[in-house]
């Protein structure tokens, strides 16, 4: 498993070793003691989303203190954008993106720290996503901020995404409460 750093601080993609032979393949998906040395965190829940068609866009999506989560995020089937965007201030990364590519083929895995903002966008049908989380969900603390939010101007690649009622009615980021600090 390699552990590489992205250029927002603190947010990592991970690469699994892959062993392969004529029967097919195994990784190692996950590995407290090699994770945790690098990001310090304990998961506790696994969650696990379908998008039935390309173009479904999920995002961008929060947690407010005191429940706001770190996650690790694979897709399992089909192909994602997973985008994350730092909104924790005084961060050197503040409002500053990336975009991966997380697919089924290449395995790469995403670890989002805490005061991020994140979503994706299906880049096939049958999508499959799994992720997990070290704080539970909080439907109180649940928060979206508008995908498209000019402040951010990440380029998701698709011009009419399919969004749900929550998405397509969430505020700017200028507009919403969600606040983050940056902490080393």
């Known amino acids: 498993m390699e552990i590489k ?4 601080e603190g947010a990592y993609i991970i690469v699994p070793d892959i062993h392969g032979d004529n ?3 195994f990784m190692e998906t996950y590995s407290k003691q090699k994770l945790e040395e690098v990001i310090g965190v304990e998961f506790v829940q696994d969650n696990h989303s379908y998008s039935s068609q390309k173009g479904v866009l999920r995002g961008l999506h929060c947690q407010l203190n ?3 989560q770190s996650k690790l995020i694979r897709c399992t089937r089909g192909k994602i954008y997973d985008v994350i965007v730092d909104i924790r201030k005084g961060s050197p990364t503040y409002k500053k993106w990336i975009k991966v590519e997380l697919s089924a083929k290449n395995k790469i895995q995403l670890f989002i720290p ?3 903002l994140h979503g ?5 049908d049958d999508v499959e996503v799994q992720y997990k989380v070290d704080e539970y969900y909080n439907k109180e603390c649940d928060r979206s901020v508008k ?3 000019p402040e951010f101007r990440v ?3 698709y011009e009419n995404p399919i969004l749900s009622e929550k998405d397509k009615n969430a505020p700017l980021y200028k507009d919403s409460d969600c606040e983050f600090k940056f902490e080393r």
Not at 5 to 8: D, P, R, S, V
């Open 5 to 8: 750093k992205t250029e927002l």
């Open 120 to 124: 994706f966008i299906t880049l096939t």
């Open 155 to 157: 380029d998701w690649e």
């Open 23 to 25: 029967r097919g393949w």
């Open 147 to 149: 995908y498209n939010d």
């Open 66 to 68: 005191p429940y706001c």
């Open 114 to 116: 805490k005061g991020f």
